[in-house]
């Protein structure tokens, strides 16, 4: 520790110490907002923003991910006490109508044939 070296370091570390505090603390000497302005500002700026923006999309997908499990959990009880027919219906509906749709919309798009190309496959395919 620097006060512990000798006793004038000692005294004068510590009035150093307060008269700082003091310094930033006091409104009408505005040392906190010097500080910020030309050492805090510039120098972390830049990564903290960077920083934030990355954690904002972290936690967006993380909540969108607990999200999405609900939605699948839900549909899951909800599927469980479905009787026998009624679920082989909505398997093989869902297998049938989601990708009928989806060809669908890929045909009447002009800009990519990727996805014309995929539901062509899946078609062939299935």
């Given at each position: ?15 150093f110490e307060f008269f700082f505090l003091v310094w930033l ?102």
């Amino acid at each position: 520790d620097v006060a512990e070296r000798s006793e004038g370091v000692r005294t004068y570390f510590y009035m150093f110490e307060f008269f700082f505090l003091v310094w930033l603390m006091l409104p009408w000497t505005d040392g906190a907002c010097l500080l910020y302005d030309y050492i805090t500002k510039p120098l972390c700026q830049g990564w903290v923003d960077d920083a934030a923006r990355k954690m904002n999309k972290v936690l967006s997908s993380i909540v969108n991910a607990m999200i999405s499990a609900a939605h699948l959990w839900i549909l899951w009880a909800l599927f469980l006490f479905f009787p026998p027919e009624l679920k082989r219906f909505v398997t093989v509906s869902v297998g049938v109508v989601y990708p009928l749709f989806a060809s669908i919309v890929a045909v009447s798009t002009e800009d990519t044939y990727d996805d014309d190309t995929f539901w062509l496959t899946y078609w062939s395919c299935y």
